[in-house]
């Protein structure tokens, strides 16, 4: 059996359609619905059983044996960059990581969890996945810091030995129409074209980076997903990973290739910055690929073209969810 936590998220239910498309269906998935519609990615998905995240994680203080685990993939966590309660974010995305990958490390089963490029902050120290710089890097929001809190107990224990975890860049693709605020700029720039016919995109307030030049590095999900399963099922790969495209590509590049899978005309207007979002902006990121392809990783990822071109043609446009 696999478990799969926050498996009705957006990256969660990618690993299990993964799964399903590999033949996989004994699967055991945790989240908490909630009343987001997160549900609706489930629908075409197959699993043989769904346990409420707060029942799991009582089940699993209690040292209950779930029978023979392939390995546990924990996604489940508070995804939101601009979340302020401190307290939940520590309690959710870092006590309920910690008790997992000690369960998972006594019963010996192969444990990956979330982790996240947001630990890197404004990347003055650069975007290595080398385990020890959990200790001096400084993200720039409490999102962030809780999932850099586990990366570095982890470290400090000797756990990140024997575990893996997975440092998402700019994550987009199917499944993540849920995520309200936090969908990805190909969602929310999507929707904006369908009702506007046009984009708006933040002035840029660094002398370096011009109006919509600011640069991410975006991944496509379906690479994603196979980047983690890759390290799911490598047991002896252990450590910090950086999963992304590898380029760093601007949000024009990014605009501009959805309005090309519609074959229209690009329309871009530049907005001013919130003032709440203008010191904690990245400017840049690019996750450093090596570590990955060095443990053994060699399929080639989409370009942010063929990604966002099969997500507007084969998901947006005709409004599925994968396995549809």
Known sequence: MIIITGAAGFIG??????????????ILLVDSLGS???????????????????????????GTNFGDVQFIIHMGANSSTTE?????????????????AD???????????????ATYGDGSMGFEDNDEDCLKIKPLNM?????????????????????????????????????????SVVHKAYGQIKSTGRVTLF??????????EQMRDFVYVKDAV??????????????????????????????????????MD???????????????????????LKKIRSAGYDENLFTLEEGVRDYVKNYLLPGKYLGE
């Open 266 to 288: 690009s329309k871009i207007e530049y907005i001013d910055m919130p003032e709440h979002l203008s010191p904690k902006y990245q400017y840049f990121t690019e996750a450093n």
């Open 203 to 212: 002035k840029s307030l660094h002398p370096d980076y011009k109006d919509g």
């Open 226 to 263: 196979k980047m983690t399963l890759f390290l799911a099922r490598n047991k002896e790969i252990n450590g910090l990973y950086n999963l992304g495209q590898g380029k760093a590509r601007t949000w024009n590049d990014l605009v501009f290739s959805i309005f090309n899978a519609l074959e």
């Open 13 to 26: 239910s990618a690993i299990v359609w993964q799964l399903n498309q590999e033949g996989i269906n004994d």
């Open 143 to 183: 999102y962030g810091y809780s999932k850099n809190m586990m990366d570095q107990w982890a470290y400090l224990t000797g756990a990140l030995k024997s575990i893996a975890g997975v440092k998402y860049f700019n994550v987009y693709g199917p499944n993540e129409t849920h995520k309200g605020d936090m969908r």
């Open 36 to 62: 987001d519609e997160k549900w609706k990615n489930l629908v075409n998905l197959k699993y043989i059983d769904f346990l409420d995240k707060k029942e799991f994680l009582t089940l699993i203080e209690q």
């Open 103 to 117: 369960y998972s490390l006594i019963k010996g089963i192969r444990f990956v969890y979330a982790s996240s490029a």
């Open 84 to 100: 302020k309660d401190a307290d939940h974010l520590v309690e959710n995305n870092f006590r309920y990581t910690k008790v997992l």
